[in-house]
C-alpha cells in the first residue's frame, strides 16, 4: 500500500442506492507539487457528487520526497484501482473524466498525454490504466505545461523556480 496516495470517493446516498452507474471524476489536488491535499477539495467534490457523478479526490507524493514521475503513476494507479472496482463503487468506466487544478492539472495532462500517445506512455514506463475511448474529458485548471513560457524573473520567480523544480 502507497501512504501517499489515498483517494476519497464521493457520492450521493441515492446513487449508490440505486446501483445505477454513474461517470467518474478523477480530480487531482494542486500545490505546487510540494504542498496541498485531497480534503481541500471536499466541497467542491460534494458539489460534483450532487450532479451525479462519483468522485474521486486523490493524493499523491510531493516534493521533494518524490520527483516526477511518481505522482502521475500513483494517480495512474488509482485510476486502475477505481476501474478494478467499478461494481462496489457503481462507476461507468466508460465515462471517465480526468481533472486538476496547478499541479494536479499537470499530472492529469500527463496521463492525457500517457493515454493518447503510446510512445509518450513507454518513454515514462507508465502503462495506461484507462482504454483511450473511456477516457471522455479532461479539466485543466490553473496548471503549468510550457515551462519555456515562465518567466523566472518577475516578482514570483523564487516561487516559480521552486514549483518547476519540484
Known amino acids: ?3 501517499d496516495a489515498k483517494l476519497d470517493l464521493y457520492y450521493t446516498e441515492h446513487s449508490i442506492n440505486i446501483r445505477a452507474k454513474h461517470p ?14 485531497k480534503i481541500e477539495l471536499s466541497n467542491y467534490c ?3 457528487a450532487s450532479k451525479g457523478f462519483i468522485v474521486a479526490s486523490a493524493d499523491y507524493s510531493i516534493a521533494p520526497g518524490a520527483h516526477y514521475p511518481i505522482p502521475v503513476s500513483q494517480i495512474n494507479t488509482a ?17 471517465i473524466i480526468l481533472a486538476g487544478d496547478s499541479g494536479g492539472a499537470h499530472i ?7 493515454y493518447t500517445n503510446k510512445n509518450y506512455a513507454v518513454i515514462l514506463g507508465v502503462t495506461p490504466s484507462v482504454d483511450l475511448a473511456n477516457l471522455r474529458g479532461v479539466i485543466l485548471h490553473c496548471g503549468a505545461y510550457n ?6 524573473e518577475g516578482g514570483y520567480g523564487w516561487f516559480l523556480r521552486t514549483v518547476l523544480w519540484s
Open 79 to 95: 485510476i486502475a484501482f477505481l476501474v478494478r472496482n467499478e461494481s462496489e463503487f457503481t462507476i461507468d468506466t466508460s465515462k
Open 147 to 152: 515551462t519555456a513560457l515562465v518567466d523566472f
Open 24 to 37: 467518474l471524476i478523477l480530480w487531482v489536488h494542486g500545490g505546487g507539487f510540494v504542498a496541498g491535499d
Open 1 to 3: 500500500m502507497d501512504n
Open 46 to 48: 460534494k458539489i460534483l
Open 108 to 114: 492529469v495532462a500527463q496521463l492525457a498525454n500517457i
